[in-house]
């Protein structure tokens, strides 16, 4: 997308984006590629102390195509974190050793660079289909998409897609500092400062995934990640949707078209429930893909500056959903004594309208007074806990 057809969609409207047409159905990522792998019991050599160790779990890509076979393999290590099919662990990068002037695959040598691995489990799959909304499969197909047009500091992506009979391995770079919500945990709430300068690494990874043409539809503290740069990272895309756009002859087309995108029709309930837009739990109703993302990232900055969420659902029977939707979000603040800024309440009090004709845009909340204000910086790094150690 180029960048006046980028601002467009940025700065549309609900109704301009309804105006577009019927709403549509999100379009297909291509097939994700996915190779052969093997997972065997090698030699591991570590420069660093001169030790050599016969390890287990070392995993590497089958291609008769690499003369020397594979360039780079992954030591699979400690568990980091269950996930709906599996689980993701750290790895070391290996790279293949050169002995008397020739590689082997039976010798890996240890190499700086961690990683974490996603380890899928084709029968979790296959007992669980059509019982959760995110999908493995989608989720590669989505961060092979995305890398199309290059790496992104805020978007995660994958290194390698490996597959063997019993198992999916997506292996990513390793964010080591965990969780942001890990961050929140800990201080109870950001100095609105700190949440400044998370809150635009947010919003310039949803600007990538705009332009792009891709929704993620289950944003979430727990789905950003912190790596060693104090750089958070937008993770979990299986439930990411490629959004429509409105081709000139009234059709659909995708985010290279240059135009503004179309409602999508409703796709059902997904993700955490206090992170969700009214709109989508309504179930029935066409939706804007990236307004929902916005919704979601309206959470996240409530979070993050408040240290609680706002309400439990976005729905009527929620009170607490039901006073800020009124329009008394400060009246709520003050009545939990908790302080925040004028403009971060203005900020919030129009991210989080119900109707979704009344919600900022991206672009916005992206030239908001607050998000614009030059205070801003990271946390201090005696407040990060490496998950490393």
């Known amino acids: 997308m180029d960048e006046i057809a980028l601002l467009s969609n940025a700065s549309a409207s609900f109704d301009e984006i309804a105006s577009q047409g019927d709403a549509a159905n999100p379009l297909d990522f291509p097939e994700p590629g996915v190779g052969r792998g093997i997972r065997v019991t090698a030699n591991v050599y570590n420069p660093t102390s001169g030790e050599e160790a016969s390890v287990p779990n070392v995993i ?43 590689y082997s695959l039976d010798s890996w040598e240890v190499t700086p660079e961690m990683g974490a691995v996603k380890i899928v489990d084709w029968n979790l799959v296959t ?19 995305a890398a199309q047009s290059g790496d992104h500091a805020h978007v995660m992506r994958s290194l390698d897609v490996l597959a063997d009979d019993q198992y999916l391995y997506v292996f990513m770079p390793f964010c080591s500092m965990g969780e942001l919500f890990g961050f929140v945990e800990r201080e109870g709430r ?25 929704c993620h539809r ?26 429509p756009f409105a081709a000139d002859d009234g059709s659909v087309t995708d985010v290279s078209g240059g135009t503004l995108r179309r409602l999508i029709k409703p796709q059902g309930q997904c993700g ?10 309504q179930s029935s109703e066409p939706f804007d893909g990236f307004g929902v993302d916005v919704w979601a990232a309206g959470i996240i900055l409530f979070i993050m500056i408040v240290g609680l969420p706002p309400f439990e659902w976005a729905h009527d029977e929620d009170p607490r959903f039901k006073m800020i939707t009124r329009g008394n979000l400060r009246a709520m603040l003050r009545q939990w004594n908790r302080t925040i800024s004028d403009d971060a309440a203005e900020l919030l ?35 990060n806990e490496d998950w490393r150690n």
């Open 60 to 102: 590497y890509q089958v291609d008769e195509s690499i003369s020397m076979g594979a360039d780079r393999a992954y030591w699979i290590g400690r568990k980091l974190k269950k996930a709906i099919y599996g689980c993701v662990r750290s790895c070391t990068i290996l790279r293949p050793r050169l002995q008397n002037g020739e």
């Open 272 to 281: 955490k429930p206090n992170y969700i837009a009214p709109e989508v739990l």
């Open 190 to 214: 950001f100095s609105e400062p700190v949440a400044r300068y998370w809150f635009r690494q947010i919003l310039d990874g949803l600007y990538h995934m705009q332009r792009i043409g891709v």
């Open 349 to 383: 009090q129009n991210m989080l309208r119900k109707d979704p004709r009344d919600r900022l845009s991206l672009m916005e909340v992206m030239d908001h007074r607050w998000v614009v204000n030059e205070n801003a910086y990271p946390p201090r790094p005696a407040q």
């Open 127 to 145: 007992r669980n289909q059509g019982r959760h909304t995110e999908d493995p499969i989608k989720e590669v197909a989505a961060m092979q998409f």
């Open 218 to 243: 289950d944003l979430s503290l727990e789905n950003l990640l912190v790596n060693q740069d104090t750089n958070c990272v937008i993770i979990d895309l299986g439930m990411c949707l490629r959004v």
